[in-house]
């Protein structure tokens, strides 16, 4: 701007201080010296044109270079911040590459360490498999608390789920040996291992205690041969009484039923004692099922050692608060009237079918001898001889002789008059069988073949009959029963109890018997035992009598000290009732 211009201020200034004459010749030379200026201007264009020259060609050449360098400044600038980025990843990635580095020089100098914990799991397998059950809880446990603090390293996390699945592993073999044989000291050291793996509560824990020894038990008492139930039942018996007090044992060792002196939570508030009695309680139930069952298979003449095996085995199960004694009398006295039931049916049976092959002698038979031997005490009764008259009829005693004879094994008080009302049907059935064997051939029986009936219903009413009474006396004597009920022989022979009804069972038969033949008063026997004939000289198509010349071989029955005792004998042809005197055992 010219009026900045510091020369323009001061050529005002000298123009104002011309005269005019100067001012009017101002003009004049400024025009000179403009034509001057231009001269030389003209003559230094004239004289430097080739400077001018270049001059042009450098400050186009520079205004190229600048135009190119501004585009590269450009170029430059949109390229600085991906190299700055590309920096950046680089700083980043040579500092964890140096990480690494430390890392991998901190992993060497402590690789013995790290060893030891990476083996962790191989080593808890170790320790299962050896058996080192305390070593195993102690790795457990150091690697549960190395969970929690660097649960979040992976390597660390599969470490713990490896030893997880060992710590299952060492669970399952504890609770493995609890399924076998053990001794209490060691069934004492499993279950602390279980307790201290904290795995089960504590009602879970005997459930689980009593559930692996019942197995173990069960695996044992499947093993028992059923095929022979006697033998079956009496290893029942054996392996049931020997290992279920011993698993008692270790159960009230292990577990204590007092009262816990801390008072538990809601939810643990669990009758623990209820736990075992119900576990005995089915043990007991089963334990009676089996013997039921086998008992139904039936045990041959071995009742009466099974009855004391089993009243030793609820004997022994007193001592824990568990006595079943009570519950094995229904049992017993169901099998042993089943059993009598059965024979006297046999008898009955046996009777029918010789009845229907039977033929009356058609000649008067004479009496047979009585021949006692003298060595004989006095006390020996004989049974009718009579009866070998008629084979049907010796037969039939013979069949009740053997019930009787497995009858006084055991011979439960309660079954006295059960015995007495088989033995009436008995009976009953029998006078019937006869009624109709006579009604079947009056028509065709002789004179002397009547008179034999007559003999054979005659020795049936006189002889068999108070027989057959005398032996029920003789299982079950009316003094033991009336001191067990606690009444007298009076009043228990008024309500009929052990006795039978005579006059009823004679009333179909009695217009066959002889006037004068009467029933003989009953007895009242001491205990003694009963025997039979042995008849191997009796055919079934005929009537035999007894030689002396071939006497039968001695059947003697396993005697057992019971309250009678009915033993089988046949000393030369003669049948005798021989009396002991033998203690008395407790009745159901």
């Not at 001592?319 to 009955?348: C, M, Q, W, Y």
Request: aromatic share 8%; net charge negative; charged share 20%.
């Amino acid at each position: 701007n010219w009026k900045e211009n510091p020369d323009f201020s001061l050529y005002l200034s000298k123009l104002g201080s011309f005269g005019v004459e100067q001012l009017s010749k101002e003009p004049d030379r400024l025009n000179e010296e403009k034509s001057a200026v231009l001269e030389q201007t003209q003559e230094l264009a004239y004289t430097n044109y080739k400077t001018f020259i270049q001059t042009a060609e450098c400050s186009r050449e520079i205004f190229r270079q600048f135009n190119n360098t501004e585009q590269k400044l450009d170029s430059l600038l949109t390229k600085l911040p991906q190299f700055a980025q590309q920096c950046q990843d680089f700083s980043k990635a040579s500092s964890d590459i140096n990480t690494h580095r430390r890392l991998n020089s901190l992993t060497l100098t402590r690789n013995a360490q790290l060893l030891e914990i990476l083996e962790l799991p191989q080593l808890m397998d170790t320790c299962i498999r050896n058996g080192n059950y305390e070593e195993a809880l102690e790795l457990a446990a150091y690697v549960r608390r190395l969970g929690k603090k660097h649960g979040q390293i992976p390597i660390i996390a599969s470490i713990v789920k490896d030893v997880e699945v060992a710590w299952l592993s060492m669970l399952h073999q504890l609770l493995a040996q609890l399924r076998t044989d053990l001794q209490l000291p060691k069934c004492l050291q499993i279950v602390g291992y279980l307790r201290r793996m904290e795995l089960f509560s504590e009602a879970e824990l005997r459930l689980k205690f009593l559930q692996t020894r019942d197995t173990w038990l069960q695996n044992l008492l499947s093993a028992i041969p059923k095929e022979d139930g006697n033998h079956h039942l009496s290893k029942t018996i054996e392996l049931s009484r020997i290992h279920l007090f011993n698993i008692v044992t270790q159960y009230r060792a292990i577990f204590s039923d007092d009262d816990p002196i801390l008072p538990l939570a809601k939810d643990q508030n669990i009758n623990e004692s209820a736990i075992f009695y119900s576990w005995i309680n089915e043990k007991v139930i089963q334990f009676l099922t089996t013997l039921e069952q086998d008992l139904n298979r039936g045990v041959g003449s071995s009742l009466d050692s099974i009855i004391g095996q089993c009243m030793y085995f609820g004997l022994s199960f007193s001592r824990v608060g568990a006595d079943f004694r009570g519950l094995l009398a229904p049992i017993f006295i169901g099998t042993v009237s089943r059993n009598f039931e059965h024979a006297v049916r046999k008898a009955s049976k046996k009777f029918e079918q010789d009845m229907e092959n039977f033929t009356l002698p058609k000649f008067p038979q004479p009496s047979p001898p009585k021949s006692v031997p003298s060595s004989q005490s006095s006390k020996q009764e004989h049974p009718p001889q009579c009866l070998l008259e008629f084979h049907p009829l010796a037969d039939y005693c013979n069949g009740l002789l053997s019930a009787f004879n497995e009858l006084r094994l055991c011979a439960p008080i309660a079954l006295a008059q059960t015995a007495t009302n088989h033995l009436t049907e008995s009976l009953g059935a029998f006078v019937k069988c006869i009624l109709a064997f006579y009604r079947q051939e009056q028509q065709a029986l002789t004179q002397a073949e009547k008179d034999n009936f007559t003999r054979f219903c005659a020795c049936f009413a006189g002889q068999l009959l108070p027989y057959i009474q005398k032996c029920l006396h003789a299982v079950f004597p009316p003094t033991a029963i009336a001191s067990h009920l606690g009444v007298t022989l009076q009043h228990l022979q008024k309500e009929g109890l052990t006795y039978i009804d005579q006059t009823a069972i004679l009333d179909p038969i009695s217009h066959l018997l002889p006037v004068k033949v009467d029933p003989l008063p009953l007895p009242i026997t001491s205990p003694h035992g009963i025997s039979v004939f042995k008849q191997d000289s009796v055919e079934s198509d005929k009537t035999a009598e007894p030689t002396e010349t071939e006497p039968a071989p001695d059947i003697q029955m396993d005697r057992t000290p019971t309250a009678a005792s009915v033993g089988l004998s046949n000393m030369e042809g003669t049948a005798h009732l021989q009396l002991e005197e033998e203690p008395k055992p407790d009745h159901f």
